[in-house]
């Protein structure tokens, strides 16, 4: 049974910015269509804009229009937008919001640049709201070690960890979360889930999008910090961490932050950075990285990354886990892939088996969500003759219903107070951390053509085997 949280006001800064119009109004207005708003409280948007009510409210209605997940219904979108707000961000905004906010309890969503961050948590402070507020902010959390260290202390300054909600959206993915249900609760998966069955494993988050018209922020972070340090780095810990005592958000918590304070830190010599060009994605033409906006000509920001690393705990210790991520790839995809070690005996030399493959499982996180083993069969026929195969489990055939967008599922746990899903500060430094040796020292540019499957020197990472071949179909 779905919860309705307690009353209290959401603010968003950045309203009308591209985060705001994509997925947070159209998640807001998914929550209100549930009932699952607190029963009184104003969504209050603040920007730069200088709007009226009227004109957000018809911001809001475009983006819900554009992007909601369940359509436009007009009734439901009258009812959310009688809670809506809007003050401008223009001069000395601070004591009207205060107005505005009538509850004791709120919420503060930061969907501004970090840049904007420090400003807004002073005139926050300022304005007296920092008392009864939590804090939801966005990626990136800092851009190395240092930066997310002072960026922590900032928030704290304002506010305690425990009303900080660091989002990461790839926790509020359907299929993410249910790695751990697949994890912890099948015995079957969890004894093969270690060094002792696993000889490899391969985290790919492919997409087949560039980076389209955010040349300039995308300059100041790249792949490294966009996806790997947040994103990837969240899968790996949830794809190795110790079942935790209970699914207290601070046990769960706990033992991710093991994981990544396990991995061994990432140096030059791990990491192959690429940087795409024109080529054509999917039959359509794409313009190289260099020709965007707001990009420099002799840029050196990667838009793709892979690298290989080791997670020194006792259930991982000596399995390489080899990680990559781009842009304009040759397809969309994000799956984790665990490659088991070989039987121990190849007991079919001298029939017609002549390499047996290794029994893999793959979780496809996105899309075509599901997981699939492969294994090896005997082929029908009087010879002994070996086929790879697949068992598949599908969500969209096992459960015929669409999963909620993962801002929807955490926007509502921010508002139940729910930590479960967020990041916790020493999980950010951690990551950051781990990745501070190649941030010193990071290696030089490869290019690669757009609709590739990344630059070619990406295959020295490994020491055994491939990358799997993204041009595969899904589970193949
Ligand atoms: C965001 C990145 O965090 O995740 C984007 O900033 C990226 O660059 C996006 O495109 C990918 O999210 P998803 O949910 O489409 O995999």
Known sequence: MLRVPP????????ATGDLARRKLLPALYEL????????????????????????????????????SRTGLDEDAFATFASRLRYVP?????????????????RIVYLAVPPSAFDPILLELRAAGLARGSSIIIEKPFGHDLASARELNHALHRIVPEDRIYRIDHYLGKETVQNLLVFRFANTLIERIWNRDVVAAVQLTVAEDIGVEDRGHLYEETGAIRDILQNHMFQLLALTCMSPPS?????????????????IRPVGPQDVVRGQYTRGSVNGKIMPGYREIEGV????????????????????????????????????????????CRDVPLHLFEGTGIAKLQPNRVTIRIQPDEGISLSFVAKRPGPTVVEQGVRMDFSYGQSFKTQPAEAYERLLHDALLGDHTLFIRQDETEASWKALQPVLDQMPPINLYAAGSQGPTEAEA???SGSWHDLSHHVGE
């Open 296 to 339: 420099s000509p002799d840029s050196a920001t990667d838009t793709y990354v892979a690298l290989r690393l080791a997670v020194d705990s006792w259930e991982w210790a000596g399995v390489p886990f080899y990680l990559r991520c781009g842009k304009a790839l040759c397809t969309r995809r994000t799956e984790i892939m665990l490659f």
């Open 89 to 105: 961000a223009v001069s000395d905004p601070a004591p009207k919001l205060a107005k505005v906010l009538k509850r004791p309890r």
């Open 7 to 14: 009353d209290q006001d959401l603010v968003v800064f950045g």
């Open 461 to 463: 990472l490994l020491e």
């Open 32 to 67: 209100s269509a549930q009932g699952l708003l607190p029963r009184r409280g104003e969504v209050v948007g603040t920007a730069t804009s200088d709007l009226d009510e009227e004109a957000f409210r018809r911001f809001a209605h475009d983006s819900v229009a554009n992007f």
């Open 246 to 262: 209970s699914f207290d958000p601070e046990a769960l918590r706990d033992e991710k932050v093991k994981v990544l304070h396990s």
